[in-house]
Nanobody, 119 residues
């Protein structure tokens, strides 16, 4: 069982930056690929970025590539999402997820953290 807790969300002006963190419980964090998803009101949940167990492989949604960076620190059981040049369309609840397959199905989810970007 893995429990995930996100933090770092908030209100920011367009063009600003935020860094989200997701800390996992347990001693098997390094086994898991990690990902950030987001869901805006009235829209389906979408994958934002994913990272494999050792951080070598990453994938990004086209809408955030070049602005967002996913990274992880296995010693701290934490995955990060650095978000720069934020746009109002980035407003959503952001969720952290863990799975055993890179960019595959995710078995564990956090409770979500709200990111609001004002214009």
């Amino acid at each position: 069982q893995v429990q995930l807790v996100e933090s770092g969300g908030g209100l920011v002006q367009a063009g600003g930056s935020l860094r989200l963190s997701c800390t996992a419980s347990g001693r098997t964090f390094s086994r898991y690929s990690m990902a950030w998803f987001r869901q805006a009101p009235g829209k389906e949940r979408e994958l934002v970025a994913a990272i494999n167990w050792n951080g070598i492989s990453t994938v990004y949604a086209d809408s955030v590539r070049g602005r967002f960076t996913i990274s992880r620190d296995n010693a701290k059981n934490t995955v990060y999402l650095q978000m720069n040049s934020l746009k109002p369309e980035d407003t959503a609840v952001y969720y952290c997820a863990a799975g055993l397959r890179f960019a595959g199905a995710y078995d564990y989810w956090g409770q979500g953290t709200q990111v609001t970007v004002s214009s």
